[in-house]
């Protein structure tokens, strides 16, 4: 049962189309066999996955259970934890390489968030990231569905702040690599609509506000009708450095 909206709709068909991202951040991480890895706010498991593919260690969090119950399935030799990406129920210095790929950027406090991945990453392991950038597609959908939806939780930023190359250096602190990616999927606005969940949660209030049609417009009119849609976003690398919290 979902306890958030993240666990309303079909994201696992989402997170298929996102999983490229995930085999390309393992390599840019250099996962190797035996290593420890942890992917944060992991979703259905993508960077988890694909690391054991190479033979890895992988433990998937997040605090959305239905999320987690379809990583188990599709990933039996994972470790599953339901924890909140700001709190992480792990030691310091636990793990070789840790990842969130469109997960850790969704937390309220970017910088416990940030905070947490630098304190669970053992000395001289690394950290990848993958973010939607400022001005790509999915942060202008945000603000196309804005006028229908609640207002996001309060928070230190948009989740787009870790798609800025300049804005993850203050979050997260030296970039060894930063380069930006487009993704190019299948997908219209019926998908786009049946994989968010925040967006389906509003549908009865929408309907009886005679305002669900209209989302569905405007959304519609946003993707031009265009089958295919390219998703720009930064892939980044960083060796930690552990920081004291003023």
């Not at 203050?170 to 999927?185: P, S």
Request: proline residues 7%; contains cysteine.
């Amino acid at each position: 049962m979902a306890a958030t909206t993240w666990g309303l709709g079909d994201y696992q068909r989402m997170a298929e189309r996102l999983m490229p991202v995930a085999h390309e951040a393992v390599e840019l991480a250099n996962v190797a066999r035996g290593e420890s890895i942890l992917d944060v706010a992991c979703g259905t498991g993508n960077g988890a996955i694909a690391a054991a593919e190479r033979g890895a260690q992988a433990t998937g969090v997040d605090f959305e259970p239905a999320l987690l119950e379809l990583a188990r399935a599709r990933g039996a030799h994972g470790r599953w934890v339901e924890a909140d990406a700001i709190a992480l129920p792990f030691d310091d210095s636990t793990f070789d390489v840790v990842l969130s790929l469109f997960g850790v950027m969704y937390a309220p406090d970017h910088e416990a968030a940030a905070h947490e991945l630098v304190r669970v990453t053992k000395p001289g392991g690394r950290i990848v990231l993958a973010a939607w950038t400022p001005g790509s597609f999915m942060p202008r959908m945000g603000a196309a569905l804005a006028p229908y939806l609640p207002p996001p939780p309060p928070g230190s930023g948009p989740p787009s702040r870790w798609g800025d190359p300049e804005a993850l250096k203050e979050l997260i602190g030296k970039l060894e690599i930063a380069r930006t990616e487009t993704l190019t999927i299948e997908a219209d606005a019926d998908f786009l609509i049946d994989t968010a969940g925040h967006v389906l949660a509003e549908r009865e209030r929408l309907t009886a506000e005679n305002r669900w049609h209209d989302l569905r417009r405007d959304l519609e009119s946003f993707t031009g009708g265009a089958p295919r849609l390219d998703l720009e976003y930064l892939l980044a690398l960083t060796h930690p450095q552990v920081r004291s919290r003023s």
